[in-house]
């Protein structure tokens, strides 16, 4: 089973640039996509519908939330809009799709770099999303989180430019999260299960440009269940592609979906 998740801030402008082309010759089973800036009716159109492929969208009530996607080769059992946190179903943040072996998110978190205010958003998404995760542990079937979480979690997972940053995304309390998530929950980081290497980035943030060609962070994540870990197969990021700042993140597993 081949699952994708990208941010392609805009899925119009993706289609535009090839996106479409790209995922059929990718062959992915399952492609979560976050930053559709677009309503969902604005999608009805053939384009973003390709042949093979069923379609899901959630957005937001206001569109530059972002809003989330879920292209599926397969019917899913069920798809739950939300993950009954009011803030985040408002702004389209979160969609799942479950298949008869596991279950598929696409997720987007808020990003507050940059702005301030924003940060108390961030982090009480962050915090209702970790007591999802805590009930997701005691539910009987596995799960893919496929999210951009806006975040680095370890210095090997950010430039050494950010590392004396105080910028959101990389904050010390932001990091911990992810420590609870990986050490206390034994959530798998499905990337880093296979790959331990430095300078795997998914995001080159715009105004770092002229720093240097990898001034970049990961902050797009398989977040797997704890009984996943042995059907993780291989894994990476295809950084030569992109159809926005972001870089997809194409993992594979020994799951039949």
Known sequence: ?????????????????????????????????????????????????????????????????GGVGIYSKHFPKAIMYGFAYEPADRQGRFIQADFDNVSVAAMLAPCALGNDEKQAEKDGFMNAFMEHLQKTLRKRRQFIFCANMQTAHLVTDASSKYHKMEVSGFLP???????????????????????????????????????????GWRTDYQIVTPGLRNAILDGYIESGTRFSDHAPVIMDYDIEI
Request: contains cysteine; glycine residues 4%; charged residues 35%.
């Open 1 to 65: 089973m081949r699952v994708v998740s990208i941010s392609v801030n805009g899925l119009k402008q993706a289609a535009e640039n090839g996106f479409f082309e790209w995922m059929k010759e990718l062959d992915a089973d399952v492609v979560c996509v976050q930053d559709l800036l677009a309503r969902t009716y604005e999608f009805d159109d053939e384009l973003f519908h390709p042949e093979g492929y069923e379609a899901y969208f959630i957005d937001g009530e206001n569109p530059e939330d």
């Open 173 to 215: 309390h932001e990091r911990a999260w992810f420590d609870e998530v990986f050490d206390s929950l034994e959530y798998i980081d499905a990337f880093r299960e296979v790959n331990k290497e430095k300078k795997q980035y998914t995001w080159w943030p715009e105004w770092a440009k002229g720093w240097r060609k990898q001034a």
